[in-house]
Structure formats: structure tokens, C-alpha cells
């Protein structure tokens, strides 16, 4: 069965500091992978996509990919207390449609101003 | 940019009532939807994929004849939940894949409904 898992958290880290968020995934043939933040009671918003290995940056967010070790990972630099919420990794599904995504659980972000 | 709308966003009934909810993809096309789950302090757990003009498909353990999935156009899929008991109250989110197009890239992504909060008294 494919997995994907993340830090349940609670994370926790002061306004201005750099948050880490670590995920694995189980499905070696996977090619795309993706972060979502979701606010309690709202629906996931995409925030970082990757596809390559290496790093991805975009404005404060960077994105991590290691295929050989089934690693990808996001860095918030200079987090905020808006930056609070849930995100969540998503890995799609090798060998079907590029649409399919599992979800890890999300790891709890909050932001301490 | 794509948009999904899900309707309603929000519906208490009684149990053994049923429920349908719309996701509904307003400025694209979308022939494939996915409808998924989500628990309290849980993660998004797929129930099916909805295709158009055809039977949707399932994920193991989803009751296919209690979440009756039917997806009779190309910007609208319905989830009706049959004979809702309180351990069917959840948050429930439909999402459709598109294209963003850009200067020389374009990407697939998958663009999500605000979701709908179900709750069976």
C-alpha cells in the first residue's frame, strides 16, 4: 500500500524563524510531489510543487526532493503567524493518472509572534 | 485561475436522511473529479474518482451503493450520501484536476472545492 508520512506535530517556532516540515514516501516510482496548507475548517491551497530532485524556491517557501532517499521536504524562512495552519505532502500515484494524490496526515504548524 | 465550487457548504441532517452535495468546475472542463473525506485532525482520505459518462470508481472500503457518485457533465459531480448516520459526519471535499498554463510551462494540478460540512444528528 502507498504511503506517505508525515510528523503529526504540533510544530512549534517563533515569528522570524525558519520551519522545517519533513515527509517520506513509500511508492518509489512517484514523480510528483506537492504541499498543501490547509486552515482548520478550509480546504487544502497549493503552495509548493516538485518534480526534479534538488531544491525549489519560491518567495519564502523551498522545497526539498530526494527520489533515492523517498524524501521531499519544505522550508518556511522567516515564518509568520498567518503561516499557522496544516500543511500537508502529497505524492502522486505512479503508473495511473498524474491526478491521483495521497495525502501524508499533516504536521500542525503554529507560529509564535 | 480554475475554480471549483462545492454546494452546499454546509448541511446538519437527521440520520437516515440522505444528502447530496455539487462540486461544481466553474471556468474549465473537468472530466475526472475526485471526492474525498476528512475527519477531525485527519488527513484527506480519497473515496472515489468520478468520471464523466461513466461509473465512478471506488477506493477499498468505500460503500459505492451509500456514497452514490454520478457525474453527468463536464463541470458537475454530485456525491449523495444514502441513509447518512452520525459516523458519516465529516468534512467532505471534491477536487478536479486542470492546467496552468504559463509563459513556456505549463503544470497539472489539482484544483480543490471549499469542501462541505456535513453533520447527521
Known amino acids: 500500500q502507498k504511503e506517505v508520512e508525515q510528523n503529526s506535530g504540533p510544530l512549534s517556532v517563533p515569528e522570524g524563524a525558519i520551519a522545517s516540515l519533513n515527509c517520506t514516501y513509500s511508492?518509489?516510482?512517484?514523480?510528483?510531489f506537492f504541499w498543501y496548507r490547509q486552515y482548520s475548517g478550509k480546504s487544502p491551497e497549493l503552495i509548493m510543487f516538485?518534480?526534479?530532485?534538488g531544491d525549489k524556491e519560491d518567495g519564502r517557501f523551498t522545497a526539498q526532493l530526494n527520489k533515492a532517499s523517498q524524501y521531499v521536504s519544505l522550508l518556511i524562512r522567516d515564518s509568520q503567524p498567518s503561516d499557522s495552519a496544516t500543511y500537508l505532502c502529497a505524492v502522486n500515484e505512479s503508473g495511473g493518472s498524474n491526478y491521483k494524490l495521497t495525502f501524508g496526515k499533516g504536521t500542525l504548524l503554529t507560529v509564535n509572534p | 485561475g480554475a475554480v471549483v465550487s462545492q454546494h452546499p457548504s454546509r448541511v446538519i441532517c437527521k440520520s437516515g436522511t440522505s444528502v447530496k452535495i455539487e462540486c461544481r468546475s466553474l471556468d474549465f472542463q473537468a472530466t475526472t473529479m475526485f471526492w474525498y473525506r476528512q475527519f477531525p485532525k485527519q488527513s484527506l482520505m480519497l473515496m472515489a474518482t468520478?468520471?464523466?459518462?461513466?461509473?465512478?470508481t471506488y477506493e477499498q472500503g468505500v460503500e459505492k451503493d451509500k456514497f452514490l457518485i454520478n457525474h453527468a457533465s463536464l463541470t458537475l459531480s454530485t456525491l449523495t450520501v444514502t441513509s447518512a448516520h452520525p459516523e458519516d459526519s465529516s468534512f467532505y471535499i471534491c477536487?478536479?484536476?486542470?492546467?496552468?498554463w504559463g509563459v513556456g510551462i505549463n503544470r497539472d494540478e489539482q484544483f480543490f472545492g471549499p469542501g462541505t460540512r456535513l453533520t447527521v444528528l
Open positions: 477536487s478536479a484536476p486542470g492546467t496552468v
Open positions: 511508492d518509489r516510482g512517484s514523480q510528483s
Open positions: 468520478s468520471n464523466e459518462g461513466s461509473k465512478a
Open positions: 516538485i518534480y526534479s530532485n
